[in-house]
């Protein structure tokens, strides 16, 4: 079964028991919860279900944004100094 990976962030100062009882809707709709984040964010990584995506709810007043997780790279340019 092939799943779709997501960052789920809520809003500044959304209490913990809201988060927590999101995480646990989402996990309820055949979702899991692949890292909560407390300090920067708040919010959790969730890997869903393609089958379950439509069971996913991220409609919620607290959520901030849902985006796609994917990997992020920096790329620089060498500069190379003197002639």
Same mark, same amino acid.
């Given at each position: 079964?092939?799943?779709? @990976?997501?960052? $789920?962030?809520?809003?500044?100062?959304?209490?913990?028991? $809201?988060?927590?009882? =999101? /995480?646990?809707?989402? +996990? +309820?709709?055949? /979702?899991?919860?692949?890292?909560?984040?407390?300090?920067? &964010?708040? #919010?959790?990584? $969730?890997? !869903?279900?393609?089958? /379950? &995506? @439509?069971?996913?709810? /991220?409609?919620?007043?607290? !959520?901030?944004? !849902?985006?796609?997780? #994917? +990997? !992020?790279? &920096? =790329?620089?340019?060498?500069?190379?100094? #003197? @002639?």
């Amino acid at each position: 079964m092939s799943s779709s @990976n997501y960052i $789920v962030t809520f809003k500044k100062g959304t209490p913990a028991s $809201v988060i927590d009882e =999101q /995480a646990k809707k989402a +996990e +309820e709709a055949g /979702a899991t919860i692949k890292h909560r984040y407390t300090s920067a &964010i708040l #919010g959790y990584a $969730v890997s !869903v279900p393609n089958d /379950a &995506i @439509n069971a996913f709810d /991220a409609s919620h007043p607290d !959520v901030d944004f !849902v985006e796609a997780d #994917g +990997e !992020v790279t &920096i =790329q620089g340019q060498k500069h190379l100094s #003197g @002639n």
